[in-house]
């Protein structure tokens, strides 16, 4: 079965500044996909960023970028410019291709401190 | 578009209550998925069902069934409920055209069970 560790329960960052919330997985399959997952108090489940396992290039959205270490299996979350609405639980999640479930790991409490 | 709206938002049972969770989507999507989650555990499959008339169970099925009623709403029965299914339950829906097959969430059902 696949798994998805998270292996910081918590963290807090200054307003404007970075953090790197990691994320690493289990899987012997070569074609599948990563994500990073934002729960604001709200609940609702909001895609920050994806990755594909075939692509080399990191993926970027705005301050939110990802470092995809696939050798490794370590898909970390990088916030540049934190603000306080990045406060939220954040969620790594792995999928095989194609229609099939997703798999997440246990999250991370991101506090960003004014 | 709604996306995927779950009923009820919230619910309180007694042991050994029965109660159906519902859940819809209007993005013609072929896959549909019902998530619980609890405090530190993230979120964690229950059952989905890759394409309308098909449903299997994930890593929780344990005192679940499920109904894929057609293409746009898949429900969640608890027939005999129990305190350790209290939680969090999400629906979410994805498609098998593009990419991604990226799943859209819906907003949760909190369920306590007293």
């Known amino acids: 079965a696949q798994t998805v560790t998270q292996s910081q329960p918590e963290m807090s960052v200054q307003e404007a500044e970075t953090v790197t919330l990691s994320c690493t997985y289990d899987?012997?399959?070569?074609?599948?996909?990563l994500f990073w997952y934002k729960q604001p108090p709200s609940r609702q489940m909001i895609l920050v960023i994806r990755?594909?396992?075939?692509?080399?290039q990191n993926a970027t959205e705005n301050r939110f970028s990802v470092n995809f270490q696939k050798a490794a299996k370590s898909f970390s979350l990088k916030i540049s410019d934190s603000q306080l609405g990045d406060t939220a639980m954040y969620f790594c999640a792995f999928k095989w291709a194609g229609n099939t479930p997703l798999v997440f790991g246990k999250g991370t409490r991101l506090s960003v401190i004014a | 578009n709604a996306g995927v709206t779950q009923t009820p938002k919230f619910q309180v049972l007694k042991t050994g209550q029965s109660m159906t969770l519902q859940c819809a989507q209007d993005m013609n999507h072929n896959s549909m998925y019902w998530y619980r989650q609890d405090p530190g555990m993230g979120l964690r499959l229950i059952y989905y069902?890759?394409?309308?008339?098909?449903?299997d169970k994930g890593e929780v099925p344990n005192g679940y069934n499920v109904s894929r009623l057609n293409k746009r709403e898949f429900s969640l029965r608890l027939e005999s409920a129990a305190p350790s299914q209290t939680s969090v339950y999400f629906c979410a829906s994805s498609n098998l055209a593009g990419e991604w097959n990226e799943q859209f969430f819906g907003p949760g059902t909190r369920l306590t069970v007293l």
């Open positions: 069902s890759a394409s309308e008339g098909t449903t």
């Open positions: 899987t012997s399959e070569n074609n599948y996909y």
């Open positions: 990755q594909e396992a075939y692509k080399q």
